[in-house]
């Protein structure tokens, strides 16, 4: 088991994680965003290239960002972990830090929090007090992932459509 970036051996692994979401996650609005990625990265080389591009961004609006994939081995990737390097006041209520999001196939086996552990870790070693996570108020599964994380509920926000958005931090204590 590895967290990395993706590579271009990695095509079929990656084919095969697209698929796992665009598949057998449709109708799982948590996802939905995740899903919208995948379907427009269609290949290892269009998400290497929007990988590449997320570093340094062009829009006013966004921040630097990389991504990290949990590989269980050679062919199958079980998730993925995206560290924002920096914040604005928007991405504070809508986004945070950090997003992570785990294949249909793999869930339940411990995987999201691997990767949110990972993130943790980069940021620790970077010096941040805290990160903060957002997740939707009925979103049960990531809520208990970023608590069992140190997450504390600082409040919640309007969200899309009617449920609300919960604001996380996590505190950083540096060694």
Known sequence: MVIRGLRAEDAAAYAVYRRDFLDNDADNPYSAGIRRQLDADDTVDEAIMRALSNLQPTAEWRV???????????????????????????????????????????????????????????????????????????NKASRHVIEANGGVLQRQVPGKGDEPLCIYHIALTHA
Do not use: K, W
């Not at 995206?82 to 991405?91: K, Q």
């Open 64 to 138: 630097p960002q990389v991504d990290y994939y949990l590989f269980l081995d050679a062919a199958t990737i079980a998730g993925r972990v995206s560290c924002r390097l920096a914040m604005t006041p928007e991405l504070a209520e809508t986004g945070g830090h950090i997003g992570y999001g785990v294949a249909p196939s793999q869930r339940r086996h411990g995987y999201a929090q691997q990767l949110l552990q990972y993130a943790l870790n980069l940021y620790r070693r970077r010096g941040e007090p805290f990160v903060i996570l957002t997740a939707a108020a009925g």
